[in-house]
Structures are given as structure tokens and as C-alpha cells.
């Protein structure tokens, strides 16, 4: 591997596990009330748990897009978004927090693998690289993360020590 490989590598794993630019997941979600993960944020049409189940599959997405060479497309939007009356339990909450985090551990360890040529083309994809997929990944989850702080903010659901002076 070279000095530039290297720290590319570095780079989107600093982006992947968060404190850069961008709190991580866990930051996001510490202290949520979850009596509170069903509720819709002001003029918004889905709740916390629907945005992180959001987040979960697609990232779920990209994992299965680079790793399976028999990847089939899902369905935009509706295999990317729960179901707008689905009810999420606490247990859900649970299951989607443990879902990311076991997909993004996999994601870095692909990351981290020096075998991993991060700049090939992924033989059943259509010009896509891992490279620019694990970037898409950091992308995709930075917007809903930044979108979950917005709306821990008008929800009013932030602890004492991350409410805005």
C-alpha cells in the first residue's frame, strides 16, 4: 500500500466513525426519550426512529452493493423508508441502532483491509468503486445526522449539556 493509499484510508475512517466534521451516531442518539421516537418533528412527515431505520438501510444498502455479486437493486423509496404509520417500539430502536453499527464495523473492516482495492471498479456494478460507495455512505449518513440534531433541537429532546446557549 502507498503513503497516499494510506491515508485515504484514514480519512474515510475518520469520516465513518464521526468526530470531524460531524457528531457520531451514538452522540446523535444519546439521551433520546424514547417515548419520543415516533413523533413527527414540526411540519416533518416522519419521526426519529423512521430516520435512523432510513439511515440503517442505506447504508445496509451500499454494504450489500459492494460485497454481493449478486446485489439486486431495491426500490426507491419505498425499501429505503419504513412504513409512514408503522409504530416503532423500543425494541426497534434497539434493532436499528445495533443494525448500523454491526454494518458500519463491516464497512470499516473493508476500509481497513489492505487487500481491499478501494479505487476498482465493483465487478457487478455499473462504474461504481468501493471508494466512491464508503464515500456516499459518510455523505448520506453527515445529512441525516445533521437533520436528527435539527430535530432533536425543535423537538426540544437534547440534554441540558447539548441545548444551544
Not at 469520516?15 to 439521551?31: D, F, R, Y
Not at 459492494?66 to 419505498?78: A, E, L, S
Not at 455523505?139 to 437534547?158: C, F, K, N, P, S
Amino acid at each position: 500500500m502507498s503513503r497516499e493509499d494510506d491515508s485515504v484510508r484514514e480519512h474515510l475512517l475518520w469520516q465513518l466513525k464521526g468526530g470531524q466534521a460531524h457528531m457520531s451516531l451514538a452522540q446523535a442518539v444519546a439521551g433520546f426519550p424514547l417515548e419520543r421516537i415516533n413523533e413527527k418533528f414540526p411540519n416533518g412527515q416522519y419521526g426519529p426512529w423512521a430516520l435512523l431505520e432510513h439511515v440503517r438501510r442505506g447504508q445496509w444498502d451500499i454494504l450489500d452493493f459492494i460485497r454481493n455479486p449478486d446485489y439486486v437493486y431495491i426500490k426507491w423509496p419505498d425499501d429505503y423508508w419504513p412504513d409512514t404509520n408503522y409504530k416503532a417500539t423500543e425494541a426497534d430502536w434497539r434493532r436499528t441502532l445495533e443494525g448500523f453499527e454491526h454494518d458500519l464495523q463491516e464497512l470499516i473492516a473493508i476500509v481497513e483491509d489492505p487487500a481491499t482495492d478501494l479505487y476498482a471498479k465493483i465487478p457487478h456494478g455499473d462504474g461504481q468503486t468501493i471508494l466512491r460507495e464508503i464515500m456516499l455512505t459518510c455523505d448520506h449518513l453527515a445529512y441525516h445526522l445533521g437533520e436528527l440534531a435539527i430535530m432533536r433541537q425543535v423537538m426540544d429532546t437534547w440534554h441540558e449539556d447539548r441545548k444551544t446557549p
